[in-house]
Structure formats: structure tokens, C-alpha cells
């Protein structure tokens, strides 16, 4: 008997669909806050759904991207955990939602170098992020990004600055 999308899950039905064994599971809990089952008699844990999509960015920050323990930490802190739902997803739409607010309140703040991945030494380009621009397909020699372009090279960025940050780690 399958259970409905909105049911609570137990650590080990967690466990067995994201193919993390469930001590990897129980020691996240200690390492991030904001992972918080329920717990009952006993001590048996049920995760909620958004508990589950968290883990799951979690999963794919640690496991896909190459980010520490403390790097998906200071992500969760600096973007929130809908952030990290949303790249767990993939859903690249929600992500660039999310730079753009982020973008927009520092900007009302007066600091646009406080970015997503950290503080960059350059001032990021206003057109990569999409700011001002028109949306829609563009064509090639209009010198505009589309919004899928913008959304890969934005992408692709925060690989870069992982791979750099995790370089001069090791330097």
C-alpha cells in the first residue's frame, strides 16, 4: 500500500528513498538545524514532506555538488531553506525567484556585493542577473540573455565559486 504524497515518512522509508543509510540521516539532524522530525514514543522519527524536499537539497548540495558540511550550512543561514529545496528539486525557476529577491533586498540595503555564494571581489554584472531585462526569447546578435541562458550561466557560476572556494581551502 503506497501512502499519499502528504504523509509523514519514517527514517527508514527516508533512508530507502534517498539511498542514504539512516545514521546518515540521525547525524544531519545534529548538524543541521533546521532538519526537525516529529518524534514519538520511543523516539521514532516521522518526517514531514518539506522535511524530506530539505534533506534531499541536503543530499544533493553534500553528495552532487561537492559542498562541505559547513558550506550547506552557511547556505542554509544566508538563503533559507527554500533555497536549498529548490536546488534539491532542480527547479532552476525557483532558485533564480530566490537570487532576484535576495539581489533586490541588498540592493534596498545599499550592498550588492552580499551575494548568494559569499562576497565576489568584482561588482556582478546587472544583465546576468537579470535585472532590467526583458524576458523572452532573444535573438543572437541582440546582445541580451534570455531568461534559460541567465539561469545557466547563474548556474554554472555557483559551480565555479564552489570549485574556487573549495581550491583555496585545500591551498
Wanted: glycine residues 10%; charged residues 35%.
Amino acid at each position: 500500500m503506497d501512502k499519499s504524497p502528504d504523509a509523514f515518512r519514517t527514517i527508514s522509508e527516508v533512508a530507502e528513498e534517498l539511498d542514504l543509510p539512516q545514521h546518515v540521516l540521525r547525524f544531519w539532524e545534529t548538524r543541521f538545524a533546521q532538519i526537525k522530525p516529529m518524534k514519538r514514543g520511543g523516539g521514532r522519527r516521522y518526517y514531514r514532506p518539506q522535511d524530506i524536499d530539505l534533506i534531499k537539497g541536503i543530499r544533493h548540495m553534500l553528495y552532487d555538488q561537492g559542498y562541505t558540511i559547513k558550506g550547506v550550512q552557511k547556505l542554509l543561514r544566508e538563503n533559507g531553506n527554500q533555497f536549498v529545496i529548490a536546488i534539491g528539486r532542480g527547479d532552476v525557476a525557483a532558485v533564480e525567484a530566490i537570487t532576484q529577491k535576495k539581489l533586490a533586498e541588498a540592493k534596498e540595503k545599499g550592498a550588492e556585493e552580499e551575494m548568494l555564494v559569499g562576497k565576489p571581489r568584482a561588482k556582478p554584472s546587472r544583465r546576468f542577473f537579470g535585472l532590467g531585462g526583458e524576458e523572452g526569447p532573444v535573438s543572437a546578435d541582440d546582445g541580451r540573455l534570455s531568461r534559460d541562458n541567465r539561469a545557466l550561466l547563474q548556474e554554472t557560476l555557483f559551480d565555479l565559486l564552489e570549485c574556487k572556494r573549495l581550491l583555496d581551502q585545500v591551498r
